[in-house]
């Protein structure tokens, strides 16, 4: 386990938003990102809880903000170093993004972004 304080973490966090090509970032829309504490699984490290641009129709619209929960303490519990945890949350991040855009686990594993 690493301990980082939960500053630090959030800062991990807004560091792998940041290196996601502002090509890919024009298209994240209505989505709320989260720092939590525990998942509701343990061994989660990420969850996207929402509707995917690609089953969003023409009536989309009004609905509450899709959501990103990144777990701080089970990212950190996983990892053996800090260098490990930035690994991580930016793995993490990607994934829980690539939901948005409707990739599937199945493909994030055939991509490396297990």
């Known amino acids: 386990m690493v301990e980082i304080s939960r500053a630090r973490f959030e800062e991990l966090v807004a560091d792998a938003l940041d290196t996601i090509p502002q090509e890919l970032t024009r298209y994240i829309d209505n989505v709320v990102i989260t720092v939590s504490e525990d ?8 969850l996207y809880e929402g509707i995917p641009l690609t089953e969003r ?15 701080w303490r089970e990212i950190c519990a996983f990892c ?18 690539a939901h948005h855009f409707g990739i599937d686990d199945d493909r994030l594993h055939e991509l490396g972004w297990a």
Not at 39 to 46: D, E, K, S, T
Not at 57 to 71: E, K, M, R, S, T
């Open 39 to 46: 998942p509701p699984v343990p061994g989660l490290l990420g």
């Open 57 to 71: 129709g023409d009536g989309y619209a009004g609905v509450l903000p899709d959501q990103i929960f990144i777990y």
């Open 80 to 97: 053996t170093t800090a260098e490990e945890v930035v690994d991580e949350v930016r793995i993490t991040v990607v994934h829980e993004i």
